[in-house]
């Protein structure tokens, strides 16, 4: 492989989140096959309080809820049949219980917080016994709950944690996480080709689809690209980006240069990383074509980003033309968009330059 498409490839790689599917790949075969048919969830909670253990029930009620959603047996009886643990610990002041190891969850924004101290419902599970390395956390807006009750006259600083938490574990989508790290793609398919999922959950699932790097999701995420629902279209332009099928190529060429204006930006940062991906210059010429013809300032960013991810000497003269037009832009301007293209040309003739240069 080339080095300028190697080193490319490297950068798109190092921006994109780590997918459950990474984590998956340290399984045994043995743990590959469990998790893909898990079916019946042993749930535990634990609630606890400054003032000693809080009632457990309403969590129970909660999370068992939510997982039935997804299509799952839930069980509180240790002793009936079942395929995973589930333990959710949710407390007044959290206990910190160790550190997640980096390159998993630890970047991501819902991994555990070694320095929160306040209200926290952490979310783990075990498989034959064994803490397996998925560990998420929910925590309340304050990082107190003694004077967060007194400011909002709730009365017992315990139960008004936990109510807030049971609050957040009610808009978490957890559920569709913990599917995700289980592998099992069609409970996902399942819950987006229901109508009666809301939009806002559909986005999550599209994005999930791509962390996962699923090729079955690729015709929904073609017909979510042309369906009347903007931000699923936009979810679904960067999916397939990061999926990186090569046949998905000319519908998000077509949809940078012919579809909704809001659109095409995403379409164009797609083809980035497809294209460092696969290391396919034939998107280079589009990306130009589109650079010249537009006078989007958000689409002409895109497009000069995904340039930079893809190296190609003949985006060299058009940049810096670009570069030169600019060239009273300063980073206080008041137009912050045309602030973040001079950004972008500036870094891209860079990699070019470099990419050069390591020939």
């Known amino acids: 492989m080339p080095t300028r498409i190697l080193l490319g490839t490297l950068v798109v790689l190092a921006l994109l989140p780590v997918p459950s599917w990474a984590r998956r790949e340290s399984f045994t075969e ?38 039935r959603e997804l299509g799952y047996t839930v069980v509180a009886d240790p002793a009936q049949p079942h395929d995973v643990l589930v333990q959710v610990k949710c407390e007044q002041r959290k206990t910190w219980e160790g550190t997640t190891k980096m390159g998993s969850d630890a970047d991501l924004p819902d991994s555990p ?28 807006e304050f990082a107190d709950a003694e004077p967060a009750a007194v400011a909002a006259k709730a009365g017992d600083a315990g139960t008004y944690a936990m109510n807030h938490l049971r609050e957040r574990l ?26 009666a999922t809301p939009s806002a959950r559909k986005i999550r699932l599209v994005n999930l689809f791509g962390y996962l790097f699923s090729n079955d999701a690729v015709p929904r995420l073609l017909a979510g690209l042309k369906g009347p629902d903007l931000e699923i279209a936009k979810a679904s332009a960067l999916a397939l980006g990061n999926i990186g099928q090569k046949d998905t190529v000319p519908a998000l060429v077509e949809t940078m240069k012919t579809g909704r204006p809001e659109l095409r930006p995403s379409a164009a940062k797609a083809l980035g990383i497809l294209g460092a991906l696969h290391g396919d210059f034939t998107i280079v010429d589009p990306l130009l074509e589109t650079l010249k013809s537009t006078d989007d300032v958000a689409l002409k960013t895109e497009v000069v980003w995904a340039l930079g991810k893809l190296p190609d000497r003949r985006a060299h003269e058009p940049l810096l033309a670009l570069q030169k037009s600019l060239y009273n832009v300063r980073e206080n301007d008041a137009d912050p968009k045309m602030v973040k293209l001079k950004e972008a040309v500036n870094w891209t003739i860079k990699q070019i330059d470099t990419w050069e240069y390591l020939q």
Not at 31 to 46: C, F, G, M, P, T
């Open 170 to 195: 009610d808009d978490y989508d957890f559920p569709t996480l913990i599917t995700a790290e289980w592998g099992q793609e069609e409970r996902l398919f399942k819950l987006y080709d229901d109508p």
């Open 113 to 140: 917080s070694r320095l929160w101290k306040g209200p926290a419902c952490q979310l783990v599970y075990f498989l034959d016994g064994k803490k397996m390395g998925w560990h998420k956390e929910v925590r309340t």
């Open 30 to 67: 043995q743990q590959k096959l469990q998790v893909k048919k898990i079916d019946r969830v042993l749930l535990e909670v634990i609630a606890l309080t400054d003032k000693g253990p809080a009632d457990p029930a309403p969590f129970l009620d909660l999370i068992s809820k939510r997982l």
